[in-house]
């Protein structure tokens, strides 16, 4: 008895070893042996699927990684959306895509996507960071401070932290102003952008703690 034409092309398709399986058998397992024969193909198909999709991931991620080195950040966030839709519970790519879509000015975006890294990565001190400085710049205060006070809290000596805080503190309008809170933290930034040699950072926020100061009535120092 010989196969039929779907029988024949089935057999084709399988690897060699299947193909070997299912040679030695078919006269004697007829239909059955071909059901079988089909599950097993659709098994390979599903595990050679899973590597490819498993390496496309990577490869976009690391495609991204080139674009936002060169500048590129339009391109770069298609790259980490196609990643991240292939590997959704990856929160490198969740947060390189924040950054991105951060250096595009694109808040909303970058927010949504940093949240989301938040949500995988709670742990993850740098995206809180991140997530703490769009937050400033969109304005939303109180969201910021939630933020940056767990990465202050949790990570000694971060200076772009204590002062993405003061100056979240500082613009704080729904309550009583935290005046002890904003000239804590920018003079705590003041301290560490100097000790690690960042001057410009250290000069523009110690403008804002003057400013605070004189809003506040604290002493300002005399050069």
């Given amino acids: 008895m010989q196969p039929s034409v779907e029988e024949s092309s089935l057999i084709l398709i399988l690897p060699p070893i299947l193909r070997f399986m299912v040679n ?6 007829g239909n059955f042996g071909m059901r079988f024969a089909s599950c097993l193909v659709v098994m390979f198909w599903l595990s050679s699927v899973s590597v490819s999709w498993s390496l496309d991931a990577e490869q976009w991620f690391m ?11 339009e391109e770069a966030t ?6 991240i839709k ?24 970058a927010a949504s996507v940093l949240e989301k ?18 937050y400033n710049m969109q304005e939303r205060w109180k969201d910021a401070i939630g933020q940056l006070n767990i990465v202050v809290h949790r990570q000694q000596n971060d200076a772009q932290a ?5 100056w979240a503190y500082y613009n704080y309008k729904e309550g009583p ?3 002890y809170m904003v000239i804590l933290n920018l003079s705590k930034a003041v301290q560490l952008f100097e000790k690690q040699n960042q001057p410009q950072a250290a000069e523009a926020t110690q403008k ?4 605070a100061k004189l809003k506040f009535g604290y002493p300002v120092e005399v050069p």
């Fill in 162 to 166: 204590h002062g993405n805080l003061g």
């Fill in 86 to 109: 292939q590997n959704p519970l990856a929160p490198v790519a969740h947060y390189n895509l924040g950054i991105a879509y951060k250096n595009l000015r694109q808040w909303d975006r």
């Fill in 24 to 29: 030695s058998n078919k006269y004697k397992l």
């Fill in 117 to 134: 890294a938040v949500e995988i990565a709670p742990t993850n001190l740098d995206i809180r960071l991140t997530l703490g400085n769009v």
């Fill in 78 to 83: 298609e790259a980490y959306e196609k990643s």
């Fill in 208 to 211: 804002i703690l003057e400013e």
């Fill in 63 to 73: 495609e991204g990684n080139r674009l936002s080195s060169e500048g590129k950040f």
């Fill in 177 to 179: 102003p935290f005046k």
